[in-house]
């Protein structure tokens, strides 16, 4: 990991979610930030370990005049479980990627007081494009779907070290 992909996140185990890292950027005043805290994992409760899983915990500045979180908000977490997942996937570094394209369709009206986990998989890779899809679901055991997603996410441009 480079030293500038290293000042986007920090990777720790988060004592409250156990086998869950924290999320977090080491910058609180980017967009991230908003979103509150974060976590991250490989699979695991049943879910294949193909797939990232990113949680958020709403927060009443998440909310929406329905009391609900809002759509701006999921798509929010959206985008930015994207770059989790290229994290928890081991796709190289994503801290200069950027989302080309994201498609949401609601399914849901996401509730306040229970986290919302995004689940994402990649659906195919080359060497500059990740092609990704997901849920977003919540509830428990994650059984109720809120919003599906497809993206495309141009990877970060290889970055030089000193070695080369």
């Given at each position: ?5 290293r ?9 409250d ?8 950027l080491?910058h ?8 509150g805290?974060?976590v991250?994992?490989?699979?695991g ?6 797939i ?11 909310r929406?005049?329905?009391?609900a ?11 930015c479980?994207?770059f989790a ?5 081991e796709?190289?570094?994503s801290?200069?990627a950027?989302?080309l394209?994201?498609?949401?369709h ?22 500059r ?6 849920l977003?679901?919540?509830g ?9 997603f497809?993206?495309?996410v ?11």
């Amino acid at each position: 990991m480079t030293e500038a992909e290293r000042n986007f996140v920090i990777t720790d185990p988060d004592p409250d979610n156990p086998g869950w890292n924290i999320w977090q950027l080491n910058h609180s005043d980017c967009y991230n930030s908003f979103l509150g805290k974060m976590v991250v994992r490989r699979g695991g409760d049943g879910v294949g370990e193909n797939i990232a899983r990113v949680r958020m915990f709403p927060e009443r500045k998440h909310r929406n005049l329905g009391d609900a979180v809002h759509g701006g908000t999921m798509m929010g977490f959206i985008d930015c479980s994207l770059f989790a997942a290229m994290r928890v996937l081991e796709l190289g570094p994503s801290g200069y990627a950027v989302t080309l394209e994201l498609q949401t369709h609601f399914l849901g009206s996401a509730r306040m007081d229970e986290p919302l986990e995004a689940q994402v998989e990649i659906t195919r890779e080359t060497g500059r494009f990740l092609f990704m899809r997901g849920l977003v679901v919540q509830g428990a055991e994650g059984k109720d779907n809120m919003a599906s997603f497809t993206a495309i996410v141009k990877k970060a441009p290889h970055q030089k070290t000193d070695l080369q």
